[in-house]
């Protein structure tokens, strides 16, 4: 199941750099948000259209690594999104959905995404699929800034373990899986790379068109 995940994914983001061939505009942004929880991650874009977008997402957080610390929450994302905009791709308002793939090894935390690892440890596999709105700000010619929110709806399977007394190894204690709400939140500082460059007109051009005058 897992390979065919990643074979998926990795379809996905061929698909995305043979798109970027025609797009007109490269996006790098970094959600703030989702920094706050101490994990890096990275939004890459491509304006399609006047008004369509695509990109994809990725977060990595690798860390506590000690195999035997009790509170975990280790996690791979990536998250493929479409995007339409009311406007234009560079300002206004905007409606997108997005699927999203994680692995998760987390443990006796409190964190609301995994909700039910107070008292053991979780490690496995997400998949779902959102939609979400947002807004974004024009600073610059290159810079920007973009809120968004929205819900997802998903799916996981995972194992379950416990710590023994003595607090040096892991005990499997089943496995589990379901249903889940998962709530999308960004604040995100947005820079863009125009892939097109502005055309020039050589000045013999412009002097043979004033003698037609």
Request: proline fraction near 3%; charged fraction near 20%; hydrophobic fraction near 40%.
């Amino acid at each position: 199941m897992r390979k065919c995940v990643w074979q998926t994914l990795l379809c996905i983001i061929l698909t995305l750099c043979a798109l970027s061939a025609k797009a007109q505009d490269l996006t790098i942004s970094n959600n703030l948000l989702y920094d706050a929880t101490l994990t890096p991650n990275l939004r890459i874009g491509y304006q399609v259209d006047p008004k369509w977008s695509i990109a994809v997402t990725g977060g990595f957080r690798h860390w506590p690594r000690g195999n035997y610390t009790t509170k975990k929450w280790r996690h791979l994302l990536i998250s493929p999104s479409v995007r339409h905009w009311k406007d234009s791709v560079q300002v206004g308002q905007f409606w997108g959905a997005n699927a999203i793939y994680s692995h998760f090894n987390a443990g006796y935390t409190d964190m609301i995404i995994y909700k039910g690892v107070k008292d053991e440890r979780r490690q496995g596999d997400l998949v779902a699929i959102g939609a979400f709105y947002g807004y974004k700000w024009r600073l610059s010619c290159r810079w920007a800034m973009e809120v968004f929110g929205g819900l997802a709806v998903g799916y996981a399977w995972y194992d379950r373990f416990l710590i023994n007394d003595a607090g040096d190894n892991w005990l499997r204690n089943g496995s589990g899986n379901g249903l889940f709400l998962l709530p999308q939140l960004g604040l995100n500082v947005v820079y863009r790379i125009p892939l097109r460059k502005s055309q020039t007109i050589p000045i013999d051009k412009i002097l043979l068109a004033d003698r037609t005058y």
